[in-house]
């Protein structure tokens, strides 16, 4: 049977790997190649490049990460960040990732899902999604422009919406687990986890590796994406993978 | 020589970059006129079944594949490349494909025998079990692949079943008959398991050439 997946996701700024907390305070984590090359060694199932690049030439920087990530590397990855119109997509596809993520600019222009999806396939397009909980409505609200605009999508109807265009995966990012590594917000994967029939990247919150089997045994995830607990080696792939077979999870 | 065919369809450089990994010549084309000099074919593929065959068809480059296998020249299809060589698919109706395996592509099951849900697409890293024994997976070991599809191959000949994977039913991951070769999974993303099946096809093809 299909393994559940552990992917390192690496946050890019001007062409440097970076971690902050809770979308706050960057710090510098190492070059995206290299880390990307160590983590293809340890048994990383795919990698996640996130462009949060404020400027035109980082976003260029960017495509020559990607280039060279492609040149390197035999496992599948997918960036994400700055992706705005079909020739963004074209750029970083071409330039060797995999698939690409959008998030802001799906949510101000859904039809941005379907050209995409049209064009390279649904295989190719990941809808991130940031999300927090909302006490007022007691639901789950999706954020827009790095977590820091509220929309009226409620998260569901937002992923339902996002793979009926097209979207071939969902990586969704907990706001009020991420950087906090308390573990996953679980009631919030396994509804998105229930409500679309496409794989679900649960994200935000890895901890330890107790953490990533939960992911799997309480929000029904497909795979675990984590960044600071490998960038600062306090685990490794290996040991999450080792036990994840411990407690009868598949992995590769 | 290995001649990435392409004809519109989906990412052509990733297989590009896993062919110049592998350290084996290659080139990219879409002319049949220029194809015609290579010893041996890749038909890679992403996107929907029909559209891959209308381009295949405006190109005429299902011409051209005909008439390469027919000659004795090895060809491998990735992913959808690999459906397009079965007989027809169900995918947007129905579709004709190449014939040159039967069989059909029809979709994915979104439960198991057991009840149990499953995603559709099916993908991520499943593992490989051999069946009939090919020159293709000599040198490759019955680890994990990396898959992305929705439909699967059904009622193909059972001689040309080389590996398959488990997901709710019997996924045929690699075929072959003769010349014929295909991955329903990458390759090129398939780490070590991957790159040796890319290695073996391109010695193969080298051998070929020699006794040509």
Redesign the interface.
């Known amino acids: 049977m299909i393994t559940k997946r552990i992917i390192p996701c690496l946050d890019v700024k001007e062409g440097r790997v970076v971690k902050g907390i809770q979308f706050l305070e960057l710090k510098d984590a190492g070059d995206p190649v290299e880390l990307a090359e160590v983590y293809d060694r340890e048994g990383a199932d795919e990698l996640v490049f996130l462009d949060i690049s404020a400027s035109h030439e980082g976003r260029k920087t960017m495509v020559d990460v990607v280039e060279q990530v492609a040149a390197k590397l035999a496992i599948p990855f997918t960036v994400g960040g700055g992706i705005n119109q079909l020739s963004d997509m074209k750029t970083i596809l071409r330039a060797g990732a995999d698939k690409v993520s959008v998030n802001t600019a799906a949510v101000l222009r859904p039809e941005l899902i379907t050209e995409g999806a049209e064009f390279f396939g649904s295989q190719c397009i990941v809808l991130a999604i940031d999300a927090k909980y909302d006490k007022e409505s007691d639901t789950y609200k999706v954020y827009t422009h790095g977590g820091r605009k509220k929309t009226d999508w409620e998260v569901t109807a937002w992923a339902k919406e996002g793979v009926k265009r097209g979207a071939g995966e969902i990586l969704l990012t907990s706001m009020d687990s991420d950087g906090e590594k308390k573990g996953f917000d679980h009631t919030l994967t396994k509804l998105v986890s229930e409500a679309v029939p496409v794989p679900v990247i649960a994200s935000g919150g890895a901890g330890n590796a107790q953490h990533m089997l939960e992911a799997f045994t309480k929000g029904e995830a497909d795979a675990a994406l984590a960044a600071s607990i490998f960038h600062y080696k306090e685990t490794s792939i290996k040991e999450v993978k080792s036990y994840l077979k411990e407690y009868g999870v598949n992995v590769r | 020589m290995i001649g990435v065919i392409d004809y519109g369809m989906?990412?052509l450089?990733?297989v590009s970059?896993?062919l110049?990994?592998v350290g084996v010549p290659y080139f990219v084309s879409e002319k049949p006129e220029e194809l015609k000099e290579a010893d041996a074919f890749i038909l890679p593929g992403?996107?929907?079944f029909g559209d891959a065959m209308d381009n295949l068809g405006y190109t005429k480059l299902d011409q051209l594949i005909h008439d390469m296998v027919s000659e004795g020249r090895l060809l491998l299809g990735i992913c959808l490349g690999m459906q397009l060589l079965f007989e027809e698919s169900e995918e947007n109706g129905t579709a004709s494909g190449l014939g040159l395996l039967k069989g059909k592509a029809v979709r994915l099951k979104?439960e198991d025998e057991k009840g149990n849900k499953l995603?559709?697409?099916?993908?991520?890293?499943?593992?490989l079990s051999f069946h009939n024994e090919s020159p293709l997976l000599t040198k490759t070991e019955q680890g994990?692949a990396?898959?992305?599809?929705?439909y699967y191959i059904d009622g193909m000949e059972e001689n040309a079943l080389l590996a398959s994977a488990?997901?709710g039913v019997r996924v045929p991951a690699v075929v072959g008959k003769r010349n014929v070769f295909g991955a329903q999974f990458?390759p090129?993303?398939?780490?070590?398991v991957?790159?040796s099946i890319l290695t073996q096809f391109t010695k193969m093809a080298a051998e070929q050439k020699v006794k040509k």
């Open positions: 989906g990412n450089y990733s970059k896993a110049e990994r992403v996107g929907s979104a995603k559709v697409p099916h993908m991520g890293w499943n593992r994990y990396y898959f992305v599809h929705s488990d997901y990458h090129e993303k398939s780490s070590t991957g790159m």
